[in-house]
């Protein structure tokens, strides 16, 4: 059952807009060092003052006032911007390889399980009839939708029509693609609920352990994952953002997690680090040469303490062996 929505606030909203010349104005008025207002407005400019200024919150003295420490400059927000689109990046990497390994281990387990390209199609295979109603009807959506596009194929012979359109306009019946097409439809959110709307315990199982998991922590990373793709996409502030939802933590040996016994402080648990950690531990199934850890070692290491704090990381976290066997 979902949460009521909380009660609006009840204040009106009058804060007239700003110039990015006044804007900086402001910064400096609340002592933000700013050498170049130009340079600063030019910023400003092209990423926008309200997608900026939660990097400055960590400078800051506190509320009301928004007043900076003392020896804070612009470039200081700007680094820390800077970092945060490092971090996102890299992070896209990492859920890029496990998201494209879940659509596989999906599609070739039903339909090598069940004989049946289509066995989306049939609603056995689903715990709640509703939600399967909802995939057919996304499908059927994208194919009407591509269908109605222009073709693919240009007049480069090196440009080729994709999968689905070449399903569309070749075969009849039937209507919606095999399943390792409709795979390729879906959001990393729609992929999450087919996956925990699969009616056997069984076929849960089986898809999770061809990446290392057992059912219920694909099932909760998988949630995780899709909050922190939207972050990223939507080019979000994913350092020290609160998630609201977060990995569970395996208590099976057999999945890769941290091996030091307080590697993981509870006051990490809300943050971002497990989210880091789960993505190296399909990391190691899924592609276990990759040297994504070494990435994330080598743009976290430098950064100051406040960093690694507001994302969990513990002070000594590349010492614990899950991490220090793909980097040292």
């Known amino acids: 059952m979902s949460r009521p929505p909380r009660p609006r606030g009840t204040f009106p909203y009058n804060k007239p807009p700003m110039t990015h010349e006044e804007l900086v104005g402001r910064l400096a008025e609340r002592g933000l060092r700013i050498p170049d207002a130009s340079r600063a407005a030019r910023y400003l400019r092209h990423i926008g003052y309200y997608r900026l200024s939660p990097y400055t919150i960590p400078f800051q003295q506190g509320r009301p006032d928004h007043l900076f420490r003392e020896g804070t400059a612009f470039d200081d927000v700007l680094d820390l911007y800077v970092f945060d689109r490092a971090l996102r990046l890299l992070v896209m990497d990492a859920l890029e390889r496990v998201e494209v390994a879940v659509r596989a281990a999906l599609t070739d387990h039903m339909s090598t399980a069940y004989g049946d ?10 715990r709640h009839r509703g939600r399967h109603a909802g995939l057919l ?13 222009s073709p693919d194929a240009g007049e480069d012979s090196l440009v080729h029509r994709s999968a689905l359109e ?13 399943s390792w097409l409709m795979v390729e439809t879906l959001t990393i959110g729609q992929l999450s609920s087919v996956y925990r709307n699969l009616d056997l315990r069984s076929d849960r199982t089986a898809v999770a352990k061809s990446i290392g998991l057992t059912a219920p922590l694909l099932e909760s990373w998988l949630q995780s994952y899709v909050r922190v793709r ?33 590697a993981l402080p509870e006051r990490s648990r809300k943050r971002l680090y497990p989210v880091l950690v789960s993505l190296q531990s399909v990391l190691d199934a899924i592609s276990p040469r990759s040297s994504w850890a070494g990435r994330l070692h080598s743009l976290v290491s430098a950064r100051p303490r406040m960093n690694l704090a507001g994302m969990g990381v513990p002070e000594n976290w590349a010492q614990d062996a899950f991490w220090s066997r793909h980097i040292s």
């Open 137 to 149: 009807r996304i499908v059927n959506e994208t194919c009407a939708e591509r269908l109605r596009g």
């Open 166 to 178: 070449h399903y569309l306009t070749t075969y009849g019946s039937p209507d919606l693609p095999p």
């Open 230 to 262: 939207n972050i990223c996409a939507h080019h979000g502030r994913l350092w020290n953002v609160g998630l609201g939802v977060y990995p569970a933590i395996p208590t099976s040996p057999a999945v890769s997690w941290l091996r030091g016994k307080d």
């Open 117 to 126: 390209p289509h066995w989306y199609v049939d609603p056995s295979r689903f």
